[in-house]
């Protein structure tokens, strides 16, 4: 269904090659129809025997530079040439580089084992496989500025991120009195000056940043343990890193906390046990708490008010604590054990948990203690006690013990900087996985934080790692809705928070890649992603130097690094100008069209899908079942949201029509007394059975059962996830509807077009839609209300009919304005 990059780019690199003979033949007659500058670059190419490709690519440029000084000429934007020229300049330049250097780049193949075998082939064919992805874009460059210059389109120019100006609003970016959306690349040419401007600007992005390098942990501004001495001075020269960043730019500071100097661990022997991947110590550990309390202050006063902490303080890299047996941190010695601390603060947890009782502890866990003190347990977990006493309590303790540390982080910094934002990289699977055993409260961490933090990704294409499953692929062109879900919980949680994804893995990741990746799903994705609520993101990764070389971290011997940094450079980006590309020309459209898309996504979510972690904790399929749920809804309309026991308590209920409660057995009873008072204060709740909400967190049943009140309760008795689906949108108030109704056809039986509008105070609606099927749909605009109506294609400024095609992964922008 997708084309793999070996049976099919390199085929097409290969015919395009071989094809240059018969392209030479009819060159001379070609050169004729040129215009001079191109006829001129092409003498100038031949002269020097350059390839036949960049010959093409070389003509293609000055085509398009001389369109584009027409252009200016009639006062049309050309920005988004700008781009596609300098991305075409650079890759043809990297082209030359690989093809001078095939020993390290079939080195770089041979790091990531989906390509190992085929590494020596790879790095023969990429050269041209990257010249013809530049005579692509030059190409398309070269058709929509005609079109423009044609009369055909009217594109609305450019709004570029100021990126000495923009500042931080209460839940959005704001450049020039408008709403903006940052990006860049995290991770980013490391050995490079933030001065330089052939890594920082427009078409890579020009956010400055400190401390997000991955290895080595101590290397180029990096805030990590290793500022303290052990005569508790700061190492003045490290310190540098961070204050020698120019107060220019805005940007983001990371605190990355994988290492532990040595003599601290000399102290105390044990300060790494209990630790995680990218969190190298112990969080519960006294002395490692001091020093990096002694670490937070320092450099939050030294950066308090500078521009580069702008987008935040990233306070960890991807925390996760898993405690659970056959995990794949299992194989880590020190990983599958706690500390002296921890354990200690455990019995401290269960003494506050269990009111003092011990004897509520013994009957609850079938346990005989004489005391708190005596409690022991196994870490890890077997999961076979999954949904008994002893796995909730622990699982349950083991996110709060997260929540505190982050707390401690938080709180020392604000101490010397209390208008510092701050944001976790909280990697999705901690939510949208079945498993609750890594430590993680995704909703606590988002209110914890001034800003909502993530690295939120998706699957262009397949899984690549054998055994692991790809079955979105049978309905969808892309897996959107692990970016749609993950979205809309953080949404529903801070709905007035900044959302930031500090490492965008919707490019390629550990799991998936593939070289000649669709540009129209790198448009869809980032789109997707921006229409449900990410502010800024910065991209996984730019490892390129500015003269095509692999930057430092990837040069010589990497095996340390495998499967991790090593192993990411082949097939990603950094290989693919078409895909770099794409993500700078479709910020640039989302940022000129930025006030519609706030206007699209800050909206009423009608719908709230109950969430619990005491169910989350206590059963295996959880999220897989609640995601089918989910994914029926998403497709109605209206943006969908999710509520929590903090939720109810704390938001405006009146933001939502009904909450739909399904497969949530296990509830605390704090969480069903507060069901039960939105009920008796007027609220509708819909449960799919009445064994819904039955057990509290330990499994035991519960005697109350929910009454009505003076709202509505609707007891399904069923799973059947289409009459759960039927009933919900039965509860939707019909001021919660869009005037605007779409109906879509493509082909097969379920929904594949998503779509919002929003009335706008002319009367007219912003309606955006998105295709994320693999079929062509058949859409259908109309109005409620019968009328007739004109639509006009905001990206174009052309008028479409109310009946019209959508391809695949395709957007589009409207203004439908009544009659």
Known sequence: ??????????????????????????????????????????????????????????????????????????????????????????????????????????????????????????????????RTKVIEILDKGIDVLGQELGGEIKRRPVNKVDWQGTKA????????????????????????????????????????????????????????????????????????????????????????????????????PEVRKGRSLFTGFDVDNPLARDLWGKIIRETGRLTKDKKVTELGFVLANEPHWFSEKDHWTYRFKEMNS??????AKFRQW????????????????????????QVEIDIPLDTALKGQPIWFDWMRYNMDRGTDWFAFMQKELHSVNPEADTHIKIMPRMFMDNSRSG????????????????????????????????????????????????????????????????????LSSGQWRDLDTRTSYVRSVYWLATLLGMDANMGWFWARDPDGSPEDRLEGDLDFFDPGLGGAYAGSNNMQPHVTNEVTQVMYDLNSFSEEIVALREQRRPLRLFYSETTAINIDDYMTQGYKLYEELFFEGFPMGFATKNIIEKQDNSQWDAIVVYRNHYVSDEEFATIQGYLSQGGTVILDNSNSLSLNEYGQKRTAKLSAGKGKLIVLETS???????????????????????????GVAHKTTTWRTVKQPNGSYLVNILNVGHHTAKIDLSLRTGQNMVIKNLMTSNSLNSSFELESEGILLLEVTPK
């Open 720 to 746: 059947d996830i289409a009459k759960i689906k039927q009933a919900a949108l039965a509860e939707v108030n019909n001021n919660s509807l869009s005037d605007v109704v779409l109906t879509q056809d493509s």
């Open 350 to 373: 269960l003494d506050n948990k269990h009111q003092g009782d011990i004897n509520h502890l013994n009957a609850t866990w079938g346990t005989s203690y004489a005391n708190f003190d």
């Open 1 to 130: 269904m997708k084309r793999h990059f070996l049976a099919a780019s390199i085929a097409s690199v290969s015919l395009m090659a071989a094809g240059c003979s018969q392209h030479d033949n009819a060159q001379e007659s070609a050169t004729q129809a040129l215009p001079a500058p191109a006829v001129e670059t092409l003498a100038s190419a031949q002269a020097s025997a350059i390839s036949p490709l960049e010959q093409q690519a070389r003509i293609k440029l000055a085509t398009l530079t001389e369109m584009m000084d027409n252009a200016r000429s009639k006062n049309i934007d050309v920005a988004r040439e700008e781009t596609i020229v300098w991305f075409a300049e650079q890759f043809l330049k990297f082209a030359n580089w690989d093809e001078a250097n095939p020993e390290t780049i079939e080195k770089a193949f041979g790091y990531e084992r989906y390509y190992a075998a085929n590494k020596k082939e790879l790095a023969e064919k990429l050269p041209d496989f990257e």
């Open 338 to 343: 706690i500390s002296r601390h921890t354990l």
């Open 439 to 506: 430590g993680i409260d995704t909703e606590a961490l988002a209110e914890l934080t001034t800003m909502v933090g993530h690295d939120a990704k998706s699957f262009g294409s397949k899984n690549i790692r054998p055994g692991k499953s790809s079955a979105w692929l049978e309905k969808y062109s892309y897996h959107w809705g692990i970016v749609a879900m993950f979205h809309d919980f953080m949404e529903s949680v801070a709905p007035n928070k900044i959302n930031v994804n500090s490492e965008s893995h919707f």
């Open 169 to 268: 609003g209460d839940n959005m970016f704001i450049s020039n009195g408008k709403p903006i959306f940052p990006y860049d690349y995290f991770s980013k040419t490391v050995g490079q000056p933030l001065t330089n401007t052939d890594v920082y600007n427009d078409h890579l992005g020009a956010l400055y940043h400190g401390g997000e390098n991955l290895y080595p942990v101590d290397h180029d501004r990096a805030i990590n343990s290793f500022l303290v001495k052990e005569d508790g001075s700061f190492d003045q020269e490290l310190m540098k890193e961070l204050t020698g960043i120019p107060d220019t730019n805005i940007g983001f500071l990371v605190y990355w906390i994988m290492g532990i100097p040595q003599w601290l661990e000399a102290q105390d």
